[in-house]
């Protein structure tokens, strides 16, 4: 899963991002003002955004309403060093997921974040399908009649957003963005590998679906049966 950490305090956040990759097992963007992570946010390439109240250039609160106006549906934790209960309620108002003060024991924010990426499973279902294909979010099996296949964590990365987005062509900087990060050196052959191991996956399994190139675009499903 991929999380957006919007923490302008430089050391905390490397802190932050550290525990978040070796504990967590999550890939992590981090950046460090309000502008830049409301422009992150709204790419909706994001499983969970970590947000830090007290901001440059703009405040959480008013990245959270902007976020949530636009139609940005991804959970929110938001840190701050306030306790009041008021500040509490107004992030929360503001749609917030989850609140956690400063300072917190790092195990706390792992379990609050593990909750909100759980309850987003439960919103978006355990499965995504096309046809009779299925892809199991949480066992990362691609499945068609009785076959199934295990998908390794690029391979299940890439399908699960190529089911996502069904009825659009996703370009090649779209998914080296969602599956690598902004700050990547992947290069686009190593979508075209990754594609390749989803195709001879699909066809190990009999589904009729394809992955199809729309040349100088990007690439769509199909479910040819």
Not at 79 to 94: H, Q, R, W
Not at 113 to 123: F, H, I, N, S
Request: aromatic share 6%; with cysteine.
């Amino acid at each position: 899963m991929r999380i957006l950490l919007v923490e302008d305090e430089r050391q905390l956040s490397d802190v932050l991002a550290a525990l978040l990759k070796q504990q967590g097992g999550y890939s992590v963007d981090a950046v460090y003002d309000g502008v830049s992570g409301e422009d992150c946010a709204l790419s909706g390439i994001y499983d969970a955004i970590i947000l830090d109240v007290m901001l440059p250039k703009k405040d959480g609160m008013s990245v959270l309403r902007t976020l949530r106006t636009e139609g940005c549906s991804t959970p929110v934790l938001l840190l701050t060093a306030k306790s009041e209960v008021d500040d509490k309620i107004t992030g929360l108002d503001c749609g917030a997921d989850d609140y956690l003060t400063k300072p917190f024991v790092t195990g706390e924010l792992l379990a609050r974040l593990r909750a909100l990426t759980r309850r987003k499973g439960e919103l978006t279902g355990d499965e995504l399908t096309i046809g009779q294909t299925i892809l199991n979010r949480r066992t990362h099996e691609l499945i068609y009649a009785e076959n199934a296949v295990k998908l390794g964590l690029k391979e299940y990365q890439l399908m699960e957003i190529l089911l996502e987005n069904q009825k659009q062509i996703l370009s090649k900087d779209r998914l080296i963005e969602k599956i690598w990060g902004y700050d990547s050196e992947a290069e686009y052959n190593a979508i075209e590998v990754y594609i390749s191991f989803l195709r001879k996956k699909l066809t190990a399994i009999g589904s009729p679906v394809q992955i199809k190139a729309s040349r100088g675009i990007g690439y769509y499903l199909e479910d040819g049966a």
